[in-house]
């Protein structure tokens, strides 16, 4: 339930909402707050679909509030910003991503790490400081505090780059901090979906040597055609497997069903890195003497500061990087979801809130 | 160009052996090679009783070759120099640890970092390239490539100093390596046992806070007031541990045993770092969701190279770090190996070779 009530505030909004574990979206009507002297509101004109996305709107994580509207990738244009608002003006082309606010004074928010604050706010489905539940992009207009909106240049289409706003700073940010992003390194990406798509642009782009490791040996044209990996490993594949073994610089591991470390640790040379960014449902295997052998280490991490989500899609604008997108109208949303949770979809969808989310009367 | 086995010239040598999966040690007669132009002699004064022995001698991790002839924290006196012998001299104090050869041209050896070869030789339980087989401690004296000597520093008692040639380097690197050495910040050490004793000691030395994490609260009194940690953590104590949560930089984990990793991530701050140092025989339980919300990794490390060695026992020397021992003889090595299983030693035995090995016959 809402702290403070829908009707006080002043701003009519509507989107598509999750109403219970079901997970099915309706048209939802709802309000937003006025524009503060510090917020930044925008009209929304594209939002990605994140496997989050579909986890949250059925409560698979148990934290979901209902009625739940989703959508964290979220791009618009700004139609209005408070007194004190420095970096936007109304008519600029921008983008929110999972993080709407967080306390601005601990060691992780004063080194750009908001990501990482123990009160840091979710951009929907979460307690916002007027006590409201925030909601996300799949809906027609966000207000949103300037420090946790970023410009997106003109030359990424808006559509492209809305999938940056999570998949993209997700991969991003591990590449630079776990050393993955120098020139000749071999990067691996185990996983082809939302996130190990854009690894692979990311890491190409940023001089890498990629190896896309997948269990289905019908995406490697995809990979080495489309995406530009430099080579295709099937997991399942033990001679590739073993061929393979300390070749790896870093895996970056987007996978999050169940699946064995070993191999993947394996495939590492000597101080390798194993980034895992999935969550699998019930603890991984960790076998000791690979990692202790060979000196490896594995570590996690959780999209990215706001400092470097801008790093990002500048990166990203610079060399032309853009999520591969399947576009869909609101009212496909449903149908989408059920795609999403088959994998089925190359490689993320956005759905066109722009064009297709009609007002409700 | 090393002779095929039998040809090169060979040499009496006597120690205590285990010939099956009892792992019960008797005394034990073989040969090692005459001393070659690279290589030192040493008679053997002391040795340190590693965990790794008893893991060894029952063949827990499955690759134990008998008869072995365990004991990788070897001191000595040299008695003889080949012709290439610069570094040492009749009459110095030196010691071996874990490793006797390796290829010396890859990348990790011309890096000093023998001990991730691909192709390292283990002091005991391995096969030279010549086919001859290596035994390890319990013995009376050892011939060892000058490479893989190191100096004895002076001021180190020879006893005591002994399990700093495994357990003091298997500490010391990983805390150079993961940048765990800033004065003034948090590790924790699990498990209080030879590593974990001389991690506190090694830890106090480079400023750092140390909380000592066991699974045993009668080590508190030792850990404070003896080996000079600042807290002691009882993992079976619920509220400590919640209260702890999120409060260490880092965290050195030598429990050698399969044990949950969770409480310990918890641990850890944002960024935290936990390296694992014990070698259990079955995987261990990652739980993914704290190193992805947290950033924080998991790492191994296998003992150190060998200049990395001697600057740990020029470290240790300095700052007056010896291991807590419990000195035995020869003979009381099977006692000691069923009180080592049961963790019944503060904190490592150490043979008094040369006062308790005598040949028979």
């Known amino acids: 339930m809402t702290g403070l009530s829908e009707e006080v505030r002043p701003n009519k909004a509507f989107g598509w909402a999750a109403i219970d574990t079901s997970g099915v979206l309706s048209p939802f009507k709802f309000s937003t707050r006025g524009t503060g002297e510090k917020d930044v509101a925008f009209k929304v004109l594209y939002c990605g679909i994140c496997h989050s996305d579909l986890h949250m709107i059925k409560n698979d994580w148990g934290t979901s509030i209902y009625p739940l509207v989703p959508g964290h990738e979220v791009v618009g244009e700004v139609t209005e910003v408070g007194s004190k608002v420095q970096k936007l003006k109304v008519g600029d082309r921008v983008g929110v991503g999972c993080m709407v606010g967080s306390c601005h004074s601990c060691d992780n928010c004063t080194n750009n790490l908001e990501n990482y604050c123990p009160e840091m706010i979710f951009t929907y489905g979460a307690k916002y400081y007027d006590g409201t539940v925030t909601y996300g992009g ?69 001089g890498t040597k990629v190896t896309v490791i997948s269990t289905s040996p019908s995406k490697q044209k995809e990979a080495l055609e489309n995406l530009g990996a430099d080579s295709f490993l099937v997991s399942r594949e033990q001679d590739q497997l073993r061929a393979a073994i300390g070749t790896f610089d870093g895996i970056v591991d987007t996978v999050s069903a169940q699946h064995p470390l070993l191999p993947l640790l394996g495939l590492l040379k000597s101080h390798g890195k194993l980034v895992v960014l999935g969550i699998p449902e019930k603890p991984l295997e960790l076998p000791a003497f690979p990692l202790i052998q060979g000196r490896k280490l594995l570590g996690g991490s959780m999209i990215g500061g706001m400092k470097e989500t801008q790093e990002m899609i500048d990166f990203a604008a610079e060399h032309g990087i853009k999520a591969d997108t399947e576009v869909i109208a609101m009212d496909y949303v449903n149908a989408a979801m059920d795609r999403l949770l088959k994998g089925d979809v190359k490689y993320r969808f956005v759905i066109d809130i722009g064009n297709t989310l009609k007002s409700i009367s | 160009m090393p002779k095929p086995a039998g040809e090169e010239k060979q040499q009496k040598a006597f120690g205590w052996a285990a010939t099956d999966e009892s792992g019960t040690l008797s005394p034990f007669h073989f040969s090692r090679r005459e001393n070659g132009d690279e290589d030192v002699t040493l008679k053997i004064l002391y040795c340190g009783v590693c965990h790794s022995d008893l893991h060894n001698l029952t063949n827990e991790w499955g690759f134990t070759s008998y008869p072995v002839v365990p004991g990788h924290e070897i001191v000595g006196v040299t008695t003889k120099v080949g012709k290439n012998v610069t570094k040492f001299k009749v009459g110095d104090g030196v010691g071996v640890g874990v490793m006797v050869g390796s290829c010396k041209t890859c990348e990790c050896c011309q890096q000093d970092l023998e001990n991730y070869c691909s192709q390292i030789i283990f002091t005991y339980n391995s096969h030279n390239p010549d086919g001859t087989k290596n035994y390890g401690g319990y013995s009376d004296m050892i011939v060892v490539d000058q490479r893989y000597v190191l100096r004895f520093p002076d001021s180190l008692p020879l006893d005591a100093g002994a399990p700093l040639l495994c357990a003091g380097i298997t500490v010391y690197s990983p805390m150079k390596y993961y940048g765990m050495t800033e004065a003034g910040k948090h590790l924790g050490v699990a498990g209080l046992g030879g590593l974990g004793h001389v991690a506190v000691k090694i830890a106090k030395a480079f400023g750092l806070k140390v909380t000592v994490i066991s699974t045993s609260p009668q080590k508190e009194s030792e850990a404070i007031n003896r080996l000079g940690a600042d807290a002691f953590l009882a993992s079976s104590d619920t509220a400590k541990m919640k209260s702890a949560i999120g409060s260490m930089d880092y965290i050195i984990d030598t429990v050698s045993a399969v044990h949950p990793l969770f409480p310990l991530l918890s641990l850890l701050k944002v960024n935290g770092k936990l390296v694992t140092l014990g070698l259990p025989n079955k995987p261990l339980e990652l739980p993914v969701f704290p190193l992805v919300s947290g950033r924080k990794l998991v790492g191994g490390s296998d003992f150190g190279g060998m200049k990395e060695t001697q600057e740990m026992l020029d470290f240790c020397a300095k700052h007056n770090i010896a291991a807590d021992i419990e000195l035995i003889r020869i003979d009381e090595i099977n006692s000691a190996m069923e009180r080592l299983a049961r963790s019944d030693v503060r904190y490592r035995f150490v043979i008094d070779v040369a006062n308790s090995l005598s040949a028979v016959g």
Do not use: Q, W
């Not at chain 1, 706003?165 to 000749?184: E, H, M, N, Q, W």
């Open chain 1, 138 to 206: 799949y809906s027609n207009t966000m207000v949103v505090d300037e420090h946790f909106v970023v410009g997106i240049p003109e030359n990424l289409p808006l559509d492209a780059a809305a999938p940056l706003l999570c998949a993209g700073i997700t991969v991003y940010s591990p590449l630079r901090f776990y050393g993955l992003d120098k020139p000749g390194l071999h990067v691996g990406v185990v996983g082809l979906g939302g996130l190990g798509h854009l690894a692979v642009k990311f890491a190409k782009a940023m």
